[in-house]
């Protein structure tokens, strides 16, 4: 069955009947809890705006596999102009959620498996592309959604996975059958993964030799026996709970409703299996997924921040500050920045390349700065959003406060802001904000896609280091010289 709306999205994950632990207990339907509703309604909304007329050229696509038309989110990149709209089509649908809609991890993990399963068999003869491909096929036409499984929880960062006292710390494959293979370990932070209906593994670092049972990459449905998931706390996880103000951004939560997986003995039948043991591609296929990932930031953190900036400048403008000098200033500045960080992901996109296998890849160096500076200035956009806002910002009521018979006047009274504004909406403007730029939003920034050293790495791998001295020598007339260092 294909899943063409949010009713058959939702319908689907009812039937699916994963295992989903929430705070301790197994959730018995995660479409009806209140804990998984803001996810399930943002990751919704990348099949919904699919059949918008308005966003029909960004959010689908022809697949270069069966000329049918499918959602962009399972599309192979054939040009630049398709790296260009995925940028596109991130900020739009940010715009509409103001928080994760889950289904890029998922997207880069198709991309990058597409490319490095080609190489791999060019190199061995083995026949992954082919089964990939096959896979990639069903999900197009049934239009799942898929986890990008990449990190692993790693125990001892020194150690490399063979030496680490448990051997599930990372995930690999326990035994290889005739008709599959068995797999056990883990895959951390894995956004979306409680309302998706299959994960793509992949391995989490470059692998050598004696770990060659972990470069793994497979395709496994949640609903398999022996997966389970142990939800995220969030920073305003039980406010969902409650009314609707307090949430800050009720209807889709923040950042992606991020699980724990736990595969205990998995089956994966060969037909899934896109890599074993082929540890020399593993390296390729980590940076290649990163790179694809970082593509991403500035698509939908500019997105974001779009809606920060709104909420920013309402809050100003709900407290008579707006006139002042250095709001005005602090508003440009954060336009700035969300302007910088967007025009790295469209400038990485318009400078990609073809790759052997036919798909496009954006330029890596570009998509590595680009996600450098959402590190930094998603951060630096909530600090100027803190500064405009106020205290107020930390210092509340509840809602019920607000709502309450005996003290709702007091609070009526004392939170309000300039005449013609309602107390409640000026406190809604400030909960958007705290919501989305609280402790859970910033780490996303921080981490997601990997930490900010991965891309230092990058630049000292992809930056030409070697020219730039050249260059420098040159110019300063320094003959030929050999190097001292
Ligand atoms: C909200 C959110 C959503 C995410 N979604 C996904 C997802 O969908 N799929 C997915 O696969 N991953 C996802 N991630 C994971 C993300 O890619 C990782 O958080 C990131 O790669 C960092 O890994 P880590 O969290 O294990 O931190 P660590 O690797 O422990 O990093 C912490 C610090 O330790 C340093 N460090 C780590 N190892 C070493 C070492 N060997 N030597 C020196 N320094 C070291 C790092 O540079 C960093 O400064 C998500 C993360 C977040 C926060």
Known sequence: MQIRTKDDYVKS?????????????????????????????????????????????????????????????THIHQTVEDLIKKVQLLRAIAHETGS???????????????????????????????????YLKMIQSTNKMVVGGMTDTKGDRSKPPHQQADPDLFTHVVERREDGIIISGNKAHQTGAANSHEILIMPTQLMR???????????????????LQIFGRQTNDERKFGGRTDAGNPDFGLVGGETLIVFDNVFVPWERVFM????????????????????????????VSDIIIGATALAAEMQGSAGASHVKDKLAEMMHLTETIYSGSISCSAMGRKTPSGAFYPDPLLANCTKQNVTRHIYEIARLAHDVAGGILATMPFENDLKSKEIGKYVEKYLAGVPGVSTENRIRILRLIENMTGGTALVESMHGAGSPQTQKVMYGRLSKLDMKKKMAKKLAGIEDEPSQV
């Open 100 to 134: 994760c809609f889950q289904r890029c991890v998922g997207w880069d993990a198709l991309n990058a498996t597409y490319m490095t399963t080609y190489d791999i068999d060019e190199k061995f003869g083995t026949s992954y592309h082919t089964r990939f491909t096959e």
């Open 13 to 73: 994950l009812k039937e699916q009947g994963h295992t989903v632990y929430y705070n301790g207990e197994r959730v018995q339907d995660i479409t009806t809890h209140p804990a998984f509703i803001p996810h399930i309604n943002a990751a919704s909304k990348t099949y919904e705006m699919a059949l918008a007329p308005e966003f029909e050229d960004l959010a689908t696509a022809v697949s270069h596999l069966t000329g049918e038309r499918i959602n962009r989110f």
């Open 209 to 227: 030799e004696a770990d060659k049972d972990y470069a793994l990459c497979c395709a496994v449905p949640l609903s398999s026996p022996g997966v």
């Open 276 to 303: 074993c043991g082929e540890h020399e591609f593993s390296g390729l296929l980590v940076e290649r997924f990163a790179t694809l990932h970082r593509q991403n930031y500035g698509g939908c953190k500019g997105g």
